[in-house]
């Protein structure tokens, strides 16, 4: 069945440390593929996407994500986490962008919970 | 500018009993979404206005569920009768449009945590 897959449903780091949240998709196509961010008591923040070119993208927050084609993956990282980084990420993708009515929305991954331990 | 804005915020009802939710889309932008995530599960799609328009509503769960959007300003999403199963936290997102459709950056509001007992 076609998916979005966050194999992590929670991971705890330390501040200071690195990190890397995964994702994997299965879809035929390559599909635009999304981070976002949900804060306690905020509505989803986009974090980063990619539709199309270099396969390393950047975005804000200082989170960047590599796609991988071969893999059918996307994953999330940041080189040093924030207390403020903790929150759930999710991973969202569109499968089949511009292909109809029904093509704009969002497909979601379950979402990993990001603990920062001071 | 302000961002989208959800209304409740939490709303607790019982089983039987009819809910309004009502959502704000940042100014100017045509496209407004209703999603839906239950407990322990993703975040689910359950439909998509251009302006007044339902583009598609291929993720409304039963015909319990209304979703109208007069005027193609804010947006009501309406349960009636409310079931145990519907709780959950219901999001709206809206983005723009662009020259080739809906701009696929969607931007969201905080969520309505909606409790059936």
């Known amino acids: 069945a076609q998916s979005v897959t966050q194999p992590d449903i929670h991971i705890t780091v330390s501040e200071g440390a690195s990190l890397e949240l995964r994702c994997n998709y299965s879809?035929?196509?390559?599909?635009?593929l999304f981070w976002y961010v949900q804060s306690p008591g905020q509505g989803l923040q986009l974090l980063l996407k990619?539709?199309?070119?270099?396969?390393l993208v950047q975005g804000i927050k200082g989170f960047e994500a590599e796609f991988k084609r071969s893999q059918s993956s996307f994953n999330l990282r940041k080189p040093s986490v924030h207390w403020s980084d903790a929150a759930e990420y999710f991973c969202?993708?569109?499968?089949?962008?511009?292909?109809?009515?029904?093509?704009?929305?969002?497909?979601f991954g379950k979402g990993t919970k990001l603990s920062v331990i001071p | 500018e302000a961002g989208v804005t959800q209304f409740p915020s939490h709303s607790v009802i019982e089983k039987g009993q009819t809910v309004t939710l009502r959502c704000d889309p940042i100014s100017g932008h045509d496209n407004l979404y209703w999603y839906r995530r239950v407990m322990g599960k993703e975040i689910k799609f359950l439909l998509h206005?251009?302006?007044?328009?339902?583009?598609?509503e291929s993720g409304m769960p039963n015909n319990r569920f209304l979703a109208e959007r007069t005027g193609g300003t804010y947006s009501t999403l309406k349960v009636q009768p409310a079931e145990l199963e519907d709780s959950g936290v219901y999001f709206c997102?809206?983005?723009?449009?662009?020259?080739?459709?809906?701009?696929?950056?969607?931007?969201f509001g905080p969520g309505t945590r909606l409790t059936v007992t």
């Open positions: 969202a993708v569109v499968p089949a962008p511009y292909s109809g009515a029904g093509s704009y929305q969002l497909t």
């Open positions: 990619y539709f199309s070119g270099d396969t």
């Open positions: 206005f251009v302006k007044e328009s339902k583009q598609d």
């Open positions: 879809y035929g196509a390559t599909p635009y």
């Open positions: 997102a809206s983005s723009q449009e662009s020259a080739a459709g809906p701009s696929y950056e969607q931007y």
